[in-house]
């Protein structure tokens, strides 16, 4: 069964800290990796990962993806409050471009 | 340029009525996906259509559910005779092409009293 699995469940940082989140995945015919932001309301993208070892950067948020070892990783440095949110991880299949989803990691960054 | 937009944004219905949720796809996309969220689970895929076409509904449930993407309109994902386990919050996404980025709407939170 396709399935996706993030890590921790959840997180509680002080403003400033660095935060790793961790996805892992097992999913037929991988095409890509997706990152997003849920807040209360839509899931916003944050990244697409579709090669292995290559860092992808926007401001505070990288993410990388290892085909070998079958999993990704969202890294965010000096966090802000605003950072706080649940960050879903998917697994896009080519052929029937469904995205698989992980529960996701809820992030909170206090003051 | 607008996103993707659902509506209704909440919508409550009582055990057998029907419920019809709405999404308009970004400006440019013909590519559109329904998923469901349960309360503390991950967004489970449900039907990605294109325009007048199915092209895959393995998490679609067997009865009472069905969608459509007609030429003109929004996408329209119907529940017939709603049950209190229909209960969720449903997302419409939607992308330009295959395989291209997929980019959410507010969702619509379904409430079966």
């Known amino acids: 069964e396709d399935k996706v699995v993030q890590s921790p469940l959840s997180l509680v940082v002080h403003e400033g800290d660095t935060v790793t989140l961790n996805c892992s995945y097992e999913?037929?015919?991988?095409?890509?990796l997706l990152w997003y932001k849920q807040e209360k309301k839509a899931p916003t993208f944050l990244f697409m990962l579709?090669?292995?070892?290559i860092e992808k950067k926007s401001g505070r948020l990288s993410s990388i993806l290892d085909k070998k070892e079958l999993f990704s990783i969202l890294n965010i440095t000096a966090t802000q409050t605003g950072d706080s949110a649940v960050y879903l991880c998917?697994?896009?299949?080519?052929?029937?471009?469904?995205?698989?989803f992980g529960k996701g990691t809820k992030l909170t960054v206090n003051p | 340029n607008a996103g993707v937009m659902q509506n209704p944004r909440h919508l409550v219905r009582r055990r057998g009525q029907e419920a019809r949720l709405r999404c308009s796809p970004m400006?440019?996309?013909?590519?559109v996906y329904w998923y469901r969220q349960l309360p503390e689970e991950g967004l489970k895929f449900m039907v990605y259509?294109?325009?007048?076409?199915?092209?895959?509904e393995s998490g679609m449930p067997k009865e009472r559910f069905s969608a459509e993407f007609p030429k003109e309109g929004p996408s329209i994902l119907r529940i017939q005779q709603v049950v209190r386990g229909d209960s969720a919050a449903y997302f419409c996404?939607?992308?330009?092409?295959?395989?291209?980025?997929?980019?959410f709407g507010p969702g619509t939170r379904l409430l079966v009293l």
């Open positions: 400006k440019g996309h013909s590519h």
């Open positions: 996404a939607s992308s330009q092409d295959r395989g291209e980025t997929q980019y």
């Open positions: 579709t090669s292995s070892g």
């Open positions: 998917a697994a896009a299949q080519g052929g029937s471009e469904k995205l698989v």
């Open positions: 259509l294109q325009k007048e076409n199915i092209i895959d």
């Open positions: 999913v037929t015919n991988f095409r890509s």
